[in-house]
């Protein structure tokens, strides 16, 4: 079975049986060349209109409880956390989305700006705050240098917000790698989102 | 005794003997119109200099003990923490720096984004995170709205971090009084910079 997460920038597929995953660009790639049932989901509204029109993509944004999160949830929020039972789900792209499943019932969660953004904002208040954020930065001891302080404060309030929850820690998205200097004992899963659709497939008996 | 601290809009006068304080433009303001002795700090550089070439204006940066803080650390956050023997100085404006004081020695400190740069930032992620961040949202559960998402991803990680201090909280800066939604038993002190310049001098037998 093939499986596509659509962003801004690319499809990303998943093979469910060769259990291989590759992208195509969002600019250049012609979904119609695929002629077999493929299950998708999309936040790319060109792309979005173009695939309604395609009859063997599934859109799987028309399975979901939509009552279980909120009106203005991402899909790919969603989907993710249709793919655990338990645990915080942190998807750290251009923004840091922090979502919070018990039980299989999403609890809720927040938003924070993802490393590139939240740099830029430092950059303009002052150039003095411009800097690289440094995701090795030591939480054990108050910071005594500018390059330190930033770094700092982009992280440690995030790390104890989410280490507050007392759940597993399932990171995924861009920066996932370099956050698990953040959260030592949390797992990455770079497939997460395919998980999620998996389960929403079964869910559905499709 | 007159004081002075200049930022980069205006110069915040305070007299001591009055204990009142008020404002004037750095863009329109002409120190050398005073002629008394005035202790001053400074953050706007092109002031800065002006100053320097006037005798009765007395730069409190050069009685500073420098190396109980760190080199780039603004003049004005160091000021701050010789205002207090124990706590944590939260001065909430453009950025908002936290830094945190215990038995009168700096423990160390960090820089955050402040309302306004956090605000664009989000936006420029999306145009569909743009949003007034709004320092009532409610930490005791997690939000299923993308307002209170972004407001409690502004806020509640740098209240748990903040909190974990267990120290007292003073607050300060244009945006000390909004925060006090956010920390219930902190104190806003609007004149702390003040309190620091008067505790400087005092040390100083000046």
Redesign the interface.
């Known amino acids: 079975m093939l499986l596509c997460d659509i962003g801004n920038t690319s499809y990303h597929f998943y093979n469910t049986q060769t259990k291989k995953s590759y992208k195509k660009s969002v600019k250049t790639f012609d979904p119609s060349t695929i002629n077999e049932k493929i299950y998708y989901i999309c936040v790319h509204h060109p792309t979005c209109k173009k695939l309604q029109k395609l009859q063997n993509w599934i859109n799987l944004e028309d399975f979901v409880q939509r009552h279980l999160?909120?009106?203005?949830?991402g899909i790919d929020r969603i989907i993710a956390c249709e793919a655990i039972q338990n645990g915080v789900i942190v998807d750290a792209g251009?923004?840091i989305t922090?979502d919070?499943v018990q039980n299989g019932i999403?609890?809720?969660?927040?938003?924070?700006?993802?490393k590139k953004?939240?740099e830029?904002?430092?950059s303009?208040?002052?150039p003095?705050?411009t800097t690289s954020l440094d995701f090795s930065v030591n939480f054990q001891?108050?910071?005594?240098?500018?390059h330190d302080?930033?770094s700092?404060?982009?992280l440690?309030?995030?790390?104890?917000?989410i280490e507050?929850y007392n759940s597993d820690i399932i990171l995924t998205g861009g920066d996932a790698k370099e956050l698990q200097q953040v959260f030592e004992t949390a797992m990455v899963d770079e497939l997460l989102l395919f998980k999620g659709m998996i389960e929403l497939l079964k869910k559905n008996s499709l």
């Open positions: 999160y909120y009106d203005t949830m251009s923004a922090v919070f999403f609890q809720g969660g927040f938003i924070y700006p993802g953004a939240f830029d904002a430092l303009r208040i002052s003095a705050l001891k108050l910071p005594k240098n500018t302080a930033l700092y404060g982009f440690s309030g995030l790390k104890k917000e507050s």
